[in-house]
């Protein structure tokens, strides 16, 4: 399994942009399925992004046009480019990731390793 930690999270205004970072160590990166979830308070876990080592992406149709996924595979690193930020993105975001390219991916259930989470707040 890979041990997964973020970083980039804060608070920005509405409208704004945020860069969140998933740093990625362990014995099976590249993974087939690595994305971005999030869990805004009193709500439950909701796939954001995703992509696959085939470079598949699949998103929330909430912030389809809005996020960007991507991953840099020789540093083994995640992104996730969001601009255009609303305070419904308000949530701590978790890197995750599974190696069963049986599995769905934009999928909590599914997903073997998580991150900790980074918290971002938008305000309007």
């Known amino acids: 399994q890979v041990q997964l930690v973020e970083s980039g999270g804060g608070s920005v205004q509405a409208g704004g942009s945020l860069r969140l970072s998933c740093a990625a160590s362990?014995?099976?990166?590249?993974?087939?399925?690595v994305g971005w979830f999030r869990q805004a308070p009193g709500k439950q876990r909701e796939g954001v992004a995703t992509?696959?080592?085939?470079?598949?992406?699949s998103y929330r149709d909430s912030v389809k046009g809005r996020f960007t996924i991507s991953k840099d595979n020789g540093k083994d690193t995640l992104y996730l480019q969001m601009n255009s930020l609303k305070p419904e993105d308000t949530a701590t975001y978790y890197c995750?990731?599974?190696?069963?390219?049986?599995?769905?991916?934009?999928?909590?259930?599914?997903?073997?390793?998580w991150g900790k989470g980074t918290v971002v707040t938008i305000s309007s």
């Open positions: 992509i696959t080592s085939d470079g598949i992406t």
């Open positions: 995750a990731a599974h190696n069963n390219r049986w599995r769905p991916c934009l999928y909590f259930a599914a997903m073997d390793s």
């Open positions: 362990g014995y099976t990166w590249p993974n087939y399925c």
